[in-house]
């Protein structure tokens, strides 16, 4: 009957495919919030009484009776599973888009009496991004229109309010939507979007830390991974006449935060001879944990708060630059079309959105976020897998000094045509 298949398994004994606990399907924690579960029955009616849909991988509901089933790569041809069954569940463990192809026989019977291959043009599509923080889903939403583009799918897309109040009116053609709001039933396929930890390949073709934070999303959708500026409600009216930089100095954890303790006072004092005002965007005005607290820059203005994001876009844009760290606030800027200075040892350059003004010190510890042989920890606000505790800690940022931001400053001043001040000692 069927040729070339990988060793078949009896339906409840355990297999590379075989959901052995369906109410485990799509309940992972992942950075940011719960992804949503898939619907308990699959949304399709296939023949026989035989259900399906791709709404947790490729899945096939069988009822009682003797099987042969398979699922195909049709891309590549692979058959990727095969079993012999009475009746239930079989579920692809890769939950990332593929071409996938179901195929179900009546035991002994040459003809399936089931054939579907995915085919999403015209289909609703559910895109789950976690509730989650802002530079990721910065870096995410814009593969969402490149993938309804690409697969001419009804796409809805599941996130936070904030997020979605960002978006909705830059991308008319997607269905934006709260978690809560979300019936898994109305729903041909589903792809979740996350960061998957311990060299997770099921969620992910490729661990994301090999392939950036941003581009990781267009991997699981299966488009062009090239990154895209996200686009953003631009054109707003200057709030500020003087010339100004933005600048944010604070971050989730404190391995991101910039540990040199003069960098941002040599910084703001180079900014200020340079006849800028320097304003400070972060949300919190002081930002720590335990005995490590961060705050606004000697000579910064305060403009902290928790504001709307599309006020940060508003003064973001009529911004001269941006100088900010691994973390959201650099994104949105990223997105405002403004030159970036963006300062990590914390993550390697691919990790974020290309700048020409990336700083990264190559002479100590680094890129300990992309390291494929760590998993960050995101309960310990101090994590430094190598040097925690040791004089070594943090030397990825530590190393990054005022003299080298400066050296950006002044190319971004350059390239802008301003007077290029000689630099602060």
Same mark, same amino acid.
Request: aromatic residues 10%; contains cysteine.
């Given at each position: 009957?069927?040729?070339?298949? !990988?060793?078949?398994? /009896?339906?409840?004994?355990?297999?590379?495919? #075989? +959901?052995?606990?369906?109410?485990?399907?799509?309940?992972? =924690?992942? *950075?940011?919030?719960?992804?949503?579960?898939? %619907?308990? =029955?699959?949304?399709?009616?296939?023949?026989?009484?035989?259900?399906y849909d791709f709404n947790d991988g490729a899945r096939l509901l069988l009822p009682a009776g003797r099987w042969e089933a398979q699922i195909t790569d049709e891309d590549s041809g692979n058959i990727i599973f095969a079993c012999d069954s009475e009746g239930g569940w079989i579920v692809s463990t890769k939950k990332y888009r593929v071409r996938f192809g179901l195929r179900v026989w009546k035991a002994g019977e040459d003809k399936p009496c089931f054939e579907h291959v995915l085919s999403l043009e015209g289909k609703p599509v559910l895109i789950n991004y976690p509730v989650g923080t802002l530079g990721d889903m910065v870096g995410w939403v814009p593969y969402a229109e490149r993938f309804r583009q690409e697969s001419r799918s009804h796409v809805t897309c599941s996130m936070g309010r904030e997020i979605i109040d960002l978006f909705k009116d830059q991308y008319p053609a997607i269905d934006f939507t709260t978690p809560e709001r979300i019936d898994a039933r109305n729903y041909y396929a589903t792809y979740r979007?996350?960061?998957?930890?311990?060299?997770?390949?099921? &969620?992910? $073709?490729?661990?994301?830390?090999?392939?950036?934070?941003?581009?990781?999303?267009?991997?699981?959708?299966g488009v062009d991974p090239e990154e895209i500026v996200p686009a953003? *409600?631009?054109?707003?009216?200057?709030?500020? +006449?003087? $010339? @100004? #930089?933005?600048?944010?100095?604070?971050?989730? +954890? !404190? %391995?991101?935060?910039?540990? &040199?303790?003069?960098?941002?006072? !040599? #910084? #703001? +004092? @180079?900014? /200020? /001879?340079?006849?800028?005002?320097?304003?400070? =965007?972060?949300r919190d005005r002081t930002w720590g944990n335990g005995y490590v607290w961060n705050h606004i820059p000697y000579g910064a203005e305060d403009f902290t708060g928790n504001h709307p994001l599309q006020e940060r876009i508003r003064l973001l844009e009529h911004a001269d630059f941006f100088i900010g760290l691994s973390s959201g606030l650099s994104w949105l800027a990223w997105g405002c079309r403004i030159p970036v200075i963006l300062i990590s040892g914390f993550t390697l350059p691919l990790c974020e959105f290309s700048t020409p003004y990336?700083?990264?010190? $190559?002479?100590?510890?680094?890129?300990?976020w992309d390291d494929v042989n760590e998993n960050f920890d995101h309960k310990d606000f101090f994590w430094c897998p190598k040097h925690k505790g040791t004089d070594r800690q943090f030397e990825c940022t530590k190393l990054i000094t005022g003299k080298q931001v400066i050296g950006q400053i002044r190319r971004v001043l350059e390239k802008l045509g301003k007077t290029v001040p000689d630099e602060t000692e």
């Open positions: 009957m069927k040729t070339n298949t !990988q060793k078949k398994t /009896k339906q409840g004994t355990p297999g590379p495919s #075989v +959901a052995q606990d369906k109410k485990e399907q799509g309940q992972d =924690i992942r *950075r940011g919030g719960f992804h949503l579960k898939p %619907p308990e =029955i699959p949304t399709q009616q296939g023949p026989l009484g035989i259900r979007i996350g960061l998957f930890f311990g060299g997770d390949t099921n &969620n992910q $073709p490729i661990d994301f830390r090999k392939v950036g934070l941003h581009r990781t999303a267009g991997y699981i959708l953003f *409600r631009l054109g707003s009216d200057r709030q500020i +006449a003087e $010339p @100004y #930089v933005c600048i944010a100095v604070q971050a989730s +954890a !404190q %391995p991101k935060m910039w540990n &040199n303790g003069y960098g941002w006072q !040599q #910084v #703001v +004092a @180079y900014l /200020k /001879k340079a006849g800028y005002r320097v304003l400070c =965007i972060d990336r700083v990264f010190n $190559p002479h100590g510890c680094y890129g300990c």
